[in-house]
Protein backbone atom coordinates (compact mmCIF):
# COMPACT_ATOMS: atom_id res chain seq x y z
CA UNK A 1 0.00 0.00 0.00
CA UNK A 2 1.64 3.32 -0.95
CA UNK A 3 -1.32 5.88 -0.48
CA UNK A 4 -0.97 7.27 3.06
CA UNK A 5 -4.71 7.12 4.37
CA UNK A 6 -3.77 9.18 7.35
CA UNK A 7 -3.04 12.58 4.97
CA UNK A 8 -5.91 12.03 2.99
CA UNK A 9 -8.23 12.18 6.20
CA UNK A 10 -9.55 15.68 6.83
CA UNK A 11 -10.38 14.73 10.57
CA UNK A 12 -10.48 12.26 12.57
CA UNK A 13 -12.61 12.40 16.36
CA UNK A 14 -12.36 9.10 18.53
CA UNK A 15 -14.58 8.04 20.99
CA UNK A 16 -17.65 10.16 19.82
CA UNK A 17 -21.17 10.04 21.04
CA UNK A 18 -23.87 10.32 18.59
CA UNK A 19 -27.51 8.75 19.42
CA UNK A 20 -28.43 7.54 16.78
CA UNK A 21 -27.36 7.05 13.10
CA UNK A 22 -28.55 10.73 11.57
CA UNK A 23 -26.21 11.93 15.01
CA UNK A 24 -23.51 9.40 13.23
CA UNK A 25 -23.51 10.51 9.80
CA UNK A 26 -23.84 14.57 10.94
CA UNK A 27 -20.67 13.87 12.85
CA UNK A 28 -18.45 12.54 9.73
CA UNK A 29 -20.19 15.45 7.93
CA UNK A 30 -18.81 17.84 10.73
CA UNK A 31 -15.32 16.59 10.10
CA UNK A 32 -15.64 16.98 6.42
CA UNK A 33 -17.24 20.56 6.67
CA UNK A 34 -13.97 21.76 9.36
CA UNK A 35 -11.13 20.11 6.74
CA UNK A 36 -12.83 21.84 3.92
CA UNK A 37 -13.94 19.48 1.90
CA UNK A 38 -17.58 19.72 1.90
CA UNK A 39 -20.33 22.17 2.72
CA UNK A 40 -23.04 21.61 5.30
CA UNK A 41 -25.38 21.05 2.30
CA UNK A 42 -23.62 17.40 1.96
CA UNK A 43 -23.98 16.32 5.37
CA UNK A 44 -27.84 16.28 4.91
CA UNK A 45 -27.29 15.08 1.28
CA UNK A 46 -25.45 12.25 3.11
CA UNK A 47 -28.69 11.69 5.51
CA UNK A 48 -31.26 11.70 2.80
CA UNK A 49 -29.36 8.96 0.73
CA UNK A 50 -29.62 6.95 3.22
CA UNK A 51 -33.81 7.82 3.46
CA UNK A 52 -34.42 7.12 0.39
CA UNK A 53 -32.17 4.27 -0.13
CA UNK A 54 -31.87 2.63 3.18
CA UNK A 55 -28.75 1.70 5.50
CA UNK A 56 -27.27 0.22 2.15
CA UNK A 57 -23.93 2.70 3.33
CA UNK A 58 -23.45 -0.09 6.41
CA UNK A 59 -21.16 -2.34 3.97
CA UNK A 60 -19.04 -4.17 6.63
CA UNK A 61 -20.18 -5.23 9.91
CA UNK A 62 -20.17 -2.18 12.25
CA UNK A 63 -18.44 0.15 9.43
CA UNK A 64 -20.52 2.57 7.47
CA UNK A 65 -19.27 4.62 4.17
CA UNK A 66 -21.32 7.92 4.51
CA UNK A 67 -21.48 9.56 1.23
CA UNK A 68 -23.63 11.18 -1.68
CA UNK A 69 -22.86 11.58 -5.12
CA UNK A 70 -20.70 14.49 -6.81
CA UNK A 71 -22.12 17.77 -6.10
CA UNK A 72 -22.19 21.69 -5.86
CA UNK A 73 -21.48 20.78 -2.10
CA UNK A 74 -18.75 18.92 -2.53
CA UNK A 75 -15.24 21.36 -2.83
CA UNK A 76 -12.90 18.81 -2.89
CA UNK A 77 -12.29 15.14 -2.48
CA UNK A 78 -11.63 14.06 0.64
CA UNK A 79 -12.91 11.74 3.99
CA UNK A 80 -13.35 12.09 7.63
CA UNK A 81 -12.76 9.42 10.37
CA UNK A 82 -15.44 8.70 13.15
CA UNK A 83 -14.90 6.12 15.59
CA UNK A 84 -18.37 5.67 18.47
CA UNK A 85 -17.74 5.53 21.79
CA UNK A 86 -21.20 3.46 21.98
CA UNK A 87 -21.99 1.56 18.40
CA UNK A 88 -25.69 2.89 16.90
CA UNK A 89 -28.07 0.82 15.04
CA UNK A 90 -28.36 1.77 11.37
CA UNK A 91 -31.36 -1.01 10.63
CA UNK A 92 -29.23 -2.93 8.49
CA UNK A 93 -30.08 -6.98 8.06
CA UNK A 94 -26.57 -8.20 8.95
CA UNK A 95 -23.85 -5.00 9.81
CA UNK A 96 -25.52 -3.61 12.70
CA UNK A 97 -24.41 -1.47 15.01
CA UNK A 98 -21.94 0.50 13.50
CA UNK A 99 -18.93 2.15 15.85
CA UNK A 100 -17.14 3.24 12.55
CA UNK A 101 -18.19 6.01 10.61
CA UNK A 102 -15.90 7.05 7.41
CA UNK A 103 -17.48 9.89 5.38
CA UNK A 104 -16.66 10.04 1.85
CA UNK A 105 -16.75 13.20 -0.98
CA UNK A 106 -15.73 13.11 -4.35
CA UNK A 107 -15.83 15.39 -7.34
CA UNK A 108 -16.32 12.81 -10.12
CA UNK A 109 -16.75 9.11 -10.09
CA UNK A 110 -13.02 7.77 -10.38
CA UNK A 111 -10.76 10.50 -8.64
CA UNK A 112 -10.98 8.96 -5.14
CA UNK A 113 -10.39 5.18 -6.66
CA UNK A 114 -7.15 5.26 -4.86
CA UNK A 115 -8.16 6.70 -1.50
CA UNK A 116 -10.90 3.60 -1.78
CA UNK A 117 -8.51 1.41 -2.31
CA UNK A 118 -5.85 2.28 0.96
CA UNK A 119 -9.78 2.19 2.89
CA UNK A 120 -10.27 -1.23 2.16
CA UNK A 121 -7.11 -2.42 2.59
CA UNK A 122 -7.07 -1.39 6.27
CA UNK A 123 -10.48 -2.28 7.27
CA UNK A 124 -10.20 -5.26 5.18
CA UNK A 125 -7.26 -6.30 7.75
CA UNK A 126 -8.96 -7.71 10.85
CA UNK A 127 -6.13 -7.70 13.09
CA UNK A 128 -5.37 -4.01 11.95
CA UNK A 129 -9.59 -3.11 11.92
CA UNK A 130 -9.16 -4.10 15.94
CA UNK A 131 -6.35 -2.05 16.93
CA UNK A 132 -8.05 1.47 14.92
CA UNK A 133 -11.05 0.49 16.97
CA UNK A 134 -8.69 0.32 20.36
CA UNK A 135 -7.19 3.68 19.27
CA UNK A 136 -8.48 6.24 22.20
CA UNK A 137 -7.18 9.58 20.50
CA UNK A 138 -7.00 10.83 16.95
CA UNK A 139 -3.10 10.59 17.23
CA UNK A 140 -3.14 6.70 17.43
CA UNK A 141 -4.75 6.45 14.46
CA UNK A 142 -2.83 8.44 12.22
CA UNK A 143 0.15 7.02 13.75
CA UNK A 144 -1.26 3.31 13.19
CA UNK A 145 -2.32 4.80 9.35
CA UNK A 146 0.57 6.78 8.49
CA UNK A 147 2.53 3.04 10.18
CA UNK A 148 0.57 0.92 7.65
CA UNK A 149 1.38 2.96 4.74
CA UNK A 150 5.20 2.34 4.97
CA UNK A 151 5.08 -1.22 5.21
CA UNK B 1 -18.89 -11.87 -19.08
CA UNK B 2 -20.19 -8.40 -17.67
CA UNK B 3 -20.88 -7.68 -14.07
CA UNK B 4 -22.30 -4.85 -12.72
CA UNK B 5 -22.11 -3.47 -8.84
CA UNK B 6 -24.32 -1.33 -7.90
CA UNK B 7 -25.20 1.17 -5.04
CA UNK B 8 -26.68 4.11 -4.33
CA UNK B 9 -24.63 7.11 -5.63
CA UNK B 10 -22.40 4.91 -7.69
CA UNK B 11 -19.29 6.57 -6.42
CA UNK B 12 -18.78 4.55 -2.54
CA UNK B 13 -19.90 1.25 -1.90
CA UNK B 14 -20.08 0.27 -5.89
CA UNK B 15 -16.35 1.01 -6.41
CA UNK B 16 -15.31 -1.04 -3.32
CA UNK B 17 -17.69 -4.00 -4.42
CA UNK B 18 -16.24 -3.34 -7.76
CA UNK B 19 -12.20 -3.92 -6.31
CA UNK B 20 -12.84 -6.51 -4.74
CA UNK B 21 -15.14 -8.59 -7.24
CA UNK B 22 -11.70 -7.55 -9.82
CA UNK B 23 -9.42 -9.30 -6.98
CA UNK B 24 -11.85 -12.30 -6.53
CA UNK B 25 -11.94 -12.87 -10.48
CA UNK B 26 -8.25 -12.70 -10.70
CA UNK B 27 -7.49 -15.56 -8.63
CA UNK B 28 -10.37 -17.24 -9.99
CA UNK B 29 -8.93 -16.66 -13.32
CA UNK B 30 -11.86 -15.56 -14.84
CA UNK B 31 -12.17 -12.82 -17.68
CA UNK B 32 -14.91 -10.26 -17.31
CA UNK B 33 -15.95 -6.89 -16.88
CA UNK B 34 -16.74 -5.40 -13.41
CA UNK B 35 -18.94 -1.72 -14.24
CA UNK B 36 -19.53 0.47 -11.03
CA UNK B 37 -23.02 1.82 -11.34
CA UNK B 38 -25.44 3.50 -9.29
CA UNK B 39 -29.26 2.51 -8.17
CA UNK B 40 -30.51 4.78 -11.29
CA UNK B 41 -28.60 3.40 -14.20
CA UNK B 42 -28.16 -0.17 -12.63
CA UNK B 43 -31.40 -0.75 -13.89
CA UNK B 44 -30.51 -0.28 -17.43
CA UNK B 45 -27.11 -1.67 -17.33
CA UNK B 46 -28.51 -4.89 -15.31
CA UNK B 47 -30.75 -5.52 -18.89
CA UNK B 48 -26.94 -6.49 -20.56
CA UNK B 49 -25.27 -7.74 -17.69
CA UNK B 50 -24.66 -11.68 -16.48
CA UNK B 51 -24.60 -10.91 -13.00
CA UNK B 52 -25.22 -8.07 -10.51
CA UNK B 53 -23.64 -7.64 -7.69
CA UNK B 54 -25.53 -5.29 -4.62
CA UNK B 55 -26.27 -5.09 -1.41
CA UNK B 56 -29.68 -6.58 0.42
CA UNK B 57 -31.04 -2.70 1.05
CA UNK B 58 -30.84 -2.49 -3.03
CA UNK B 59 -31.23 -5.47 -4.81
CA UNK B 60 -35.43 -5.34 -4.33
CA UNK B 61 -34.96 -1.63 -6.21
CA UNK B 62 -33.32 -3.12 -9.07
CA UNK B 63 -36.59 -4.80 -10.23
CA UNK B 64 -36.80 -7.70 -12.37
CA UNK B 65 -33.39 -8.36 -14.79
CA UNK B 66 -31.90 -11.24 -16.44
CA UNK B 67 -29.25 -10.55 -15.07
CA UNK B 68 -28.57 -13.20 -11.92
CA UNK B 69 -28.27 -10.94 -8.75
CA UNK B 70 -26.63 -11.79 -6.18
CA UNK B 71 -25.96 -9.82 -2.59
CA UNK B 72 -23.00 -9.17 -0.49
CA UNK B 73 -23.54 -8.53 3.26
CA UNK B 74 -19.85 -7.47 3.52
CA UNK B 75 -18.06 -5.74 1.24
CA UNK B 76 -14.17 -6.16 2.51
CA UNK B 77 -15.20 -10.07 2.94
CA UNK B 78 -13.39 -11.67 -0.34
CA UNK B 79 -14.34 -14.92 1.25
CA UNK B 80 -17.98 -14.07 1.14
CA UNK B 81 -17.73 -12.54 -2.34
CA UNK B 82 -15.78 -15.68 -3.30
CA UNK B 83 -17.94 -18.27 -2.33
CA UNK B 84 -20.79 -16.06 -3.72
CA UNK B 85 -19.57 -15.44 -7.19
CA UNK B 86 -17.11 -18.73 -7.83
CA UNK B 87 -20.75 -21.04 -8.71
CA UNK B 88 -22.38 -18.05 -10.82
CA UNK B 89 -19.38 -17.64 -13.18
CA UNK B 90 -17.89 -20.99 -13.64
Known sequence: MTLNLAEELSSITTKATASDWRAAIRLAGDGLVAGGVTTEAYTEEMITAVEEHGPYIVIAPGIALAHSRPAESVLKGGLSWVSLETPVEFGHASNDPVSLVIGLAALDHTAHIEVLKAVAGVLSNKEVRARLEAAETPDQVRELLSSLATK | ?90
Open chain 2, 1 to 90: MKIVAVCGMGIGTSVLLKMNAEKVLASLGIDAEVEAADIGVARGAAQTADIVLTSDELAPEIGDVPAEVIIIDNFFDLDEITAKLTPAVQ
